[in-house]
């Protein structure tokens, strides 16, 4: 049985990126796979690297088990309008952006997860932020019930190969339940 009192939480450094960014891209090609070319991982890398670099808006927090191994990460971003079917819905400085949450498949139903969004949550907060944007997909286990559960609402829904839904809920606004 999993104790959640082992696992501790903190925001990504220089010093910890190495670990996170492994245990992103172990989950991203876990549940991508192939789906994804290998540009658009690259295209992802880069990006991780700039956000990384402006700490002022953007933070990736990291779960920790006690063996120091990540076992869940979050991040949050300004969001830069990059998306051409939701392009102009949102003021950008206003905007924050979830991605990259991933809990390892052993730490699942834990409270993991919650715990990682209270904390990007909080930071967005302290950042003025108003709005919170995420995309996820269908196929992800666990996702979109996930976001839903924390208040979520979707705004435009595009099927597809994807299975892309696009979400959006206030900075200041509850979850409506804890999944």
């Known amino acids: 049985m999993l104790h959640v009192k082992t696992i501790s939480y903190e925001r990504v450094t220089q010093k910890t990126f190495a670990k996170a960014n492994a245990f992103i891209w172990e989950q991203c090609e876990f549940h991508y796979g192939n789906k994804m070319?290998?540009?658009?991982?690259?295209?992802?890398k880069k990006r991780i690297e700039v956000e990384m670099s402006r700490p002022e808006c953007c933070a990736i927090f990291i779960a920790l088990n006690e063996k120091e191994e990540v076992v869940g990460v979050?991040?949050?971003s300004d969001y830069d309008d990059r998306i051409e079917?939701?392009?102009?819905?949102?003021?950008?400085?206003?905007?924050a952006e979830?991605?990259?949450?991933?809990?390892?498949?052993?730490y699942r139903r834990c409270g993991i997860g919650v715990r990682?969004?209270?904390?990007?949550?909080t930071f967005?907060?302290?950042?003025?932020?108003?709005?919170?944007?995420?995309?996820?997909h269908y196929f992800l286990p666990g996702?979109?019930?996930?976001?839903?559960?924390?208040?979520?609402?979707?705004?435009?829904?595009?099927?597809?190969?994807?299975q892309t839904v696009h979400m959006e809920r206030l900075v200041e606004q509850e979850a409506r339940s804890y999944a």
């Open 37 to 44: 070319m290998p540009e658009r991982y690259e295209v992802l």
């Open 74 to 76: 979050i991040a949050l």
């Open 85 to 95: 079917s939701i392009q102009g819905r949102y003021r950008t400085r206003q905007t």
């Open 98 to 106: 979830m991605s990259r949450c991933y809990v390892h498949e052993a």
């Open 116 to 121: 990682l969004f209270e904390l990007a949550t």
């Open 124 to 136: 967005a907060k302290e950042r003025g932020y108003e709005m919170l944007y995420l995309h996820t």
């Open 143 to 162: 996702g979109f019930l996930f976001w839903s559960a924390m208040g979520f609402a979707i705004t435009l829904d595009e099927g597809g190969i994807w």
